[in-house]
Structures are given as structure tokens and as C-alpha cells.
């Protein structure tokens, strides 16, 4: 591959026509619509049997909790909205299963080294519920209470005050994040998410108070009667808080699969052009700011762990986001939670009455799965390698997976000089490098290397991806 000639300089909206469409976000590789309802699970357990003995090596794990006292219409989550009375207890009774029926499969002394707690609204929980979760967790697993390790918890503003913000500490949790979306009231009330700047500036001075490790705040980019001026004033108090690390997802909207999202008026939604126009701002003005840009959606303030762990190659891409590669394997706990165990992917029950039925029946609520292959893997390590490190050095895949990268991605490489064409990677004999001007193009980049994408785009079951800008 040689380095191809000066590139053309297309306008945003005539790159929004060549590229828009849907993809995968690529929190893995493959993707969760390859997971199947018949993959061989026996094998699966039998493999967590064996490992059981001689792994000993770190694990994260990842905790989820439906539940959420209000609907947020943007919300594309597994949420069960409810005030239900005894909702929370019955599951953590069916998690308490589970849990112990996890420890037994994989053992308790690898060491915990990440965790998070992730929903729905985990605050959901009172303090009691909390406390008990956290200590049901250590009982069967080797938490840490020392040394470097991330233990984080996402946080709805409206459902936790400065007690709970102790407790929350008390419990080991050093990392906390805030889903904050917009600060704009038009906004807030077009999502039914209303939460005042007042707010959430009290609730971030009673986290520094605390001196938890970091404080990370979700933004969404897309949202009804968002603009680029709605956004600079959300971004202008976001600055003012300073949290360590800024999340700025794009908008999801998908109706059809997610309910709620039809109280959204589509004709309120920025165009695609627009969102491109938001999402390149944001990058301008968070990097002037003092952030720096990591992979595909996040920002860290210089000395924050992700920032050295991209300039050290240990970032990693997981169903939680960006993240530092503390463990190999990842064990998803709760309802439609997905864990990575070695060469599989599974998935836990979907539907909360059938992970019920599971757990009732004192058996693991595994519902679909996949294990990967030699192909997997080499496309795996291509697609995160840029997602993540905007980099792919094509010579080291030559070595790790026995290949030539030309021969073997030949078809793959004209899709690549087209878009190096446009000015969205750089093309050299061993090496792929995203620009700048491709970041918001990263997704659409790594399609290219997708071998699930082009048989099923046709399908009339192909699965639904949210849009690519």
C-alpha cells in the first residue's frame, strides 16, 4: 500500500450524503445480532469448568440494574420503568442466584480488578439494597480494596443526594458517572429528563468532597431541538464542572425497537448534517478546552487513565464504552447482561420474567451466545485497533495472525483508498491512520472490515443499527 495523493476536500454535507446510513457501534467484534440461541453452550460451560482450576488471572465484572422510577424518552437501555413496591428485592433475590451460580462456575479467587454497575438507574436501589448488593458481590467474588483497580457506578442526577454519594464511596466505588445528556430545558423537557444545572453543580461539589478517582459525564449529541448553540452552552457548563472524563454519544432513534422514542417529534431531530456539524464542534471546543480526544466519543483530561492508556496501547472497547484493559474477561451479571469469557460471547435472558424462570429453576439465565473463530479474531483486532487507537499497523497483523494484509483484505482495501480519497484515513504500506477529518466517519471505517454487515443488509430480519452520524 503506498500513500495515495492529496485527498479531496469534500463539504460536510456532501460527506454526510456519501456516508450516512446505519452500523454497529462496535463495543464488540462480532457484533451482539451474531450472538445465537443455539450455540454450543454445553461447550461453553465445560471450557469455564476447566478454567476454573488454573485461571487465576484478573476479571471484571459488570452488574446491571434495570430499573428506573421515570421514562427517559431517548433511552435505548434494557429499562423496566416502575414505583413498584418490591420490584428491586425480588431481583436482587433472582441476582443473588445468580451471582452464586456464577462464583461456582468460575470460581471466587481470580481478582476483581474492574467493576461497574450499570442499568437502568443502579440508584434505583435504596441505601440498604446497595450496601447488601455490594457485600452479596465480595462474599463470592475477590473484590480489592487497594491498589489500581476501577470500581465505577452510573448515576442518575435526580436520584442521589450527598448521603447517598457517601454511601456510594463507603462501599468502594471511586469512579462515578453522571448521565447528564443536555443541560438546554428545552431539551431536557423534549426527553423528559429535566435536571437543572443548580442540580447537578450541588451533587458534583458533594463527589469532590469525597475525592472519588474521577468523574465522567454522559452527553448525547441528536437529540430533539438540539443545535450546535444549544450545545456550545451545554459544553460552556460542563467546563465549568470539570469532570475527568466526557462521554458524547450519538442519538439512537429507533422507534420501531424502542417505545418510548415515539414520544420524540422526529421533525424536532437535527439532520444529519447538523449532527455532524454538533459532533465536530464539540471535538473543537472540549480540545481547546484542555481534553483530549479518545477513539471515537470520549474526552479525558490529560492525565486521566484513558489518555495514558492510549498512548500506552491499553485501551480497550468493551459494552460499557472505552475503557483501561485491567482484565482479559469480562462477566456480565443481571438481566440481559453479556459477558466475554475467553474465545465466547454470551448473553443473559433479555426479558425479566424469563431470567426469573432461569434463576427459579437454579440454573445459569444464558440465553444466546458465540464463539469466535480465526477470522473473528483477526477482524476483531483490526476493528479495534482502530475504534480504539485510530491506528492499525498492518505489518504487526501480518506477524500475530499469519496473513498478508494486502492479499487477505484486498476487497477491503478499495473501500479504504475511496474513503483516503476523502480525507479519512491514510493509506501507507504498513499502516491504516484515521485523520481528523475521519473521526466522525470511525464507525463507517470500521464496517469495511465487517464480514456480518454485507449478506444480511438485504435480509428482511437483518438487524436494526442506529445511524452512523
Same mark, same amino acid.
Given at each position: 500500500?503506498?500513500?495515495?495523493?492529496?485527498?479531496?476536500?469534500?463539504?460536510?454535507?456532501?460527506?454526510?450524503? #456519501?456516508?450516512?446510513?446505519?452500523?454497529?457501534?462496535?463495543?464488540?467484534?462480532?457484533?451482539?445480532?451474531?450472538?445465537?440461541?443455539?450455540?454450543?453452550?454445553?461447550?461453553?460451560?465445560?471450557?469455564?469448568?476447566?478454567?476454573?482450576?488454573?485461571?487465576?488471572?484478573?476479571?471484571?465484572?459488570?452488574?446491571?440494574?434495570?430499573?428506573?422510577?421515570?421514562?427517559?424518552?431517548?433511552?435505548?437501555?434494557? #429499562?423496566?420503568?416502575?414505583?413498584?413496591?418490591?420490584?428491586?428485592?425480588?431481583?436482587?433475590?433472582?441476582?443473588?442466584?445468580?451471582?452464586?451460580?456464577?462464583?461456582?462456575?468460575?470460581?471466587?479467587?481470580?481478582?476483581?480488578?474492574?467493576?461497574?454497575?450499570?442499568?437502568?438507574?443502579?440508584?434505583?436501589?435504596?441505601?440498604?439494597?446497595?450496601?447488601?448488593?455490594?457485600?452479596?458481590?465480595?462474599?463470592?467474588?475477590?473484590?480489592?480494596?487497594?491498589?489500581?483497580?476501577?470500581?465505577?457506578?452510573?448515576?442518575?442526577?435526580?436520584?442521589?443526594?450527598?448521603?447517598?454519594?457517601? @454511601?456510594?464511596?463507603?462501599?468502594?466505588?471511586?469512579?462515578?458517572?453522571?448521565?447528564?445528556?443536555?443541560?438546554?430545558?428545552?431539551?431536557?423537557?423534549?426527553?423528559?429528563?429535566?435536571?437543572?444545572?443548580?442540580?447537578?453543580?450541588?451533587?458534583?461539589?458533594?463527589?469532590?468532597?469525597?475525592?472519588?478517582?474521577?468523574?465522567?459525564?454522559?452527553?448525547?449529541?441528536?437529540?430533539?431541538?438540539?443545535?450546535?448553540?444549544?450545545?456550545?452552552?451545554?459544553?460552556?457548563?460542563?467546563?465549568?464542572?470539570?469532570?475527568?472524563?466526557?462521554?458524547?454519544?450519538?442519538?439512537?432513534?429507533?422507534?420501531?425497537?424502542?417505545?418510548?422514542?415515539?414520544?420524540?417529534?422526529?421533525?424536532?431531530?437535527?439532520?444529519?448534517?447538523?449532527?455532524?456539524?454538533?459532533?465536530?464542534?464539540?471535538?473543537?471546543?472540549?480540545?481547546?478546552?484542555?481534553?483530549?480526544?479518545?477513539? @471515537?466519543?470520549?474526552?479525558?483530561?490529560?492525565?486521566?487513565?484513558?489518555?495514558?492508556?492510549?498512548?500506552?496501547?491499553?485501551?480497550?472497547?468493551?459494552?460499557?464504552?472505552?475503557?483501561?484493559?485491567?482484565?482479559?474477561?469480562?462477566?456480565?451479571?443481571?438481566?440481559?447482561?453479556?459477558?466475554?469469557?475467553?474465545?465466547?460471547?454470551?448473553?443473559?435472558?433479555?426479558?425479566?420474567?424469563?431470567?426469573?424462570?432461569? @434463576?427459579?429453576?437454579?440454573?445459569?439465565?444464558?440465553?444466546?451466545?458465540?464463539?469466535?473463530?480465526?477470522?473473528?479474531?483477526?477482524?476483531?483486532?483490526?476493528?479495534?485497533?482502530?475504534?480504539?487507537?485510530?491506528?492499525?499497523?498492518?505489518?504487526?497483523?501480518?506477524?500475530?495472525?499469519?496473513?498478508?494484509?494486502?492479499?487477505?483484505?484486498?476487497?477491503?482495501?478499495?473501500?479504504?483508498?475511496?474513503?483516503?480519497?476523502?480525507?479519512?484515513?491514510?493509506?501507507?504500506?504498513?499502516?491504516?491512520?484515521?485523520?481528523?477529518?475521519?473521526?466522525?466517519? @470511525?464507525?463507517?471505517?470500521?464496517?469495511?472490515?465487517?464480514?456480518?454487515?454485507?449478506?444480511?443488509?438485504?435480509?428482511?430480519?437483518?438487524?436494526?443499527?442506529?445511524?452512523?452520524?
Amino acid at each position: 500500500m503506498n500513500k495515495l495523493s492529496t485527498p479531496t476536500r469534500l463539504s460536510n454535507q456532501a460527506l454526510v450524503n #456519501k456516508y450516512a446510513g446505519s452500523g454497529p457501534r462496535y463495543t464488540s467484534y462480532p457484533t451482539a445480532p451474531q450472538f445465537r440461541d443455539d450455540f454450543p453452550l454445553q461447550d461453553y460451560l465445560a471450557e469455564q469448568a476447566r478454567q476454573r482450576v488454573s485461571n487465576h488471572s484478573d476479571l471484571s465484572l459488570y452488574v446491571h440494574i434495570p430499573f428506573c422510577a421515570d421514562i427517559c424518552y431517548y433511552c435505548a437501555c434494557n #429499562k423496566i420503568v416502575t414505583r413498584e413496591g418490591g420490584a428491586s428485592r425480588r431481583y436482587l433475590d433472582k441476582l443473588h442466584r445468580e451471582i452464586v451460580l456464577q462464583s461456582e462456575l468460575h470460581g471466587s479467587s481470580r481478582p476483581i480488578r474492574q467493576l461497574h454497575w450499570g442499568g437502568g438507574t443502579p440508584t434505583y436501589l435504596d441505601h440498604a439494597e446497595l450496601t447488601e448488593l455490594m457485600h452479596d458481590l465480595a462474599s463470592h467474588f475477590q473484590l480489592l480494596d487497594q491498589g489500581h483497580r476501577e470500581y465505577s457506578i452510573e448515576i442518575d442526577p435526580r436520584t442521589t443526594d450527598g448521603n447517598g454519594i457517601a @454511601l456510594l464511596k463507603g462501599l468502594g466505588f471511586n469512579r462515578i458517572s453522571l448521565g447528564i445528556q443536555d443541560f438546554d430545558p428545552l431539551v431536557q423537557k423534549s426527553v423528559n429528563r429535566v435536571q437543572p444545572f443548580a442540580m447537578v453543580k450541588k451533587l458534583v461539589e458533594q463527589i469532590r468532597q469525597h475525592d472519588f478517582r474521577s468523574l465522567s459525564f454522559d452527553l448525547i449529541y441528536g437529540l430533539p431541538n438540539q443545535d450546535r448553540y444549544t450545545m456550545d452552552a451545554t459544553l460552556d457548563k460542563v467546563m465549568q464542572l470539570q469532570p475527568e472524563r466526557i462521554a458524547c454519544y450519538n442519538y439512537a432513534h429507533l422507534p420501531d425497537r424502542f417505545s418510548s422514542q415515539r414520544a420524540i417529534d422526529r421533525l424536532s431531530l437535527p439532520s444529519a448534517a447538523t449532527k455532524l456539524a454538533i459532533q465536530e464542534h464539540i471535538a473543537e471546543k472540549l480540545q481547546a478546552g484542555g481534553y483530549v480526544h479518545i477513539g @471515537l466519543d470520549h474526552y479525558v483530561l490529560p492525565s486521566d487513565d484513558l489518555a495514558i492508556a492510549q498512548q500506552q496501547g491499553r485501551l480497550q472497547r468493551n459494552f460499557q464504552g472505552y475503557s483501561v484493559q485491567l482484565a482479559d474477561d469480562l462477566l456480565g451479571l443481571g438481566v440481559s447482561a453479556i459477558s466475554q469469557m475467553g474465545d465466547y460471547y454470551v448473553q443473559n435472558e433479555h426479558k425479566l420474567d424469563d431470567y426469573y424462570s432461569a @434463576l427459579g429453576e437454579n440454573r445459569l439465565p444464558l440465553r444466546r451466545g458465540y464463539l469466535m473463530n480465526d477470522e473473528d479474531k483477526l477482524r476483531r483486532h483490526v476493528i479495534m485497533e482502530l475504534i480504539c487507537n485510530l491506528y492499525l499497523d498492518t505489518a504487526d497483523c501480518n506477524l500475530l495472525y499469519e496473513i498478508d494484509f494486502t492479499s487477505h483484505f484486498a476487497d477491503e482495501l478499495t473501500s479504504l483508498k475511496a474513503m483516503a480519497n476523502d480525507g479519512l484515513l491514510e493509506l501507507d504500506s504498513d499502516s491504516v491512520r484515521i485523520t481528523e477529518r475521519g473521526r466522525p466517519f @470511525l464507525r463507517n471505517i470500521c464496517m469495511v472490515f465487517d464480514q456480518y454487515l454485507a449478506p444480511q443488509s438485504a435480509a428482511a430480519n437483518a438487524p436494526r443499527y442506529s445511524a452512523t452520524i
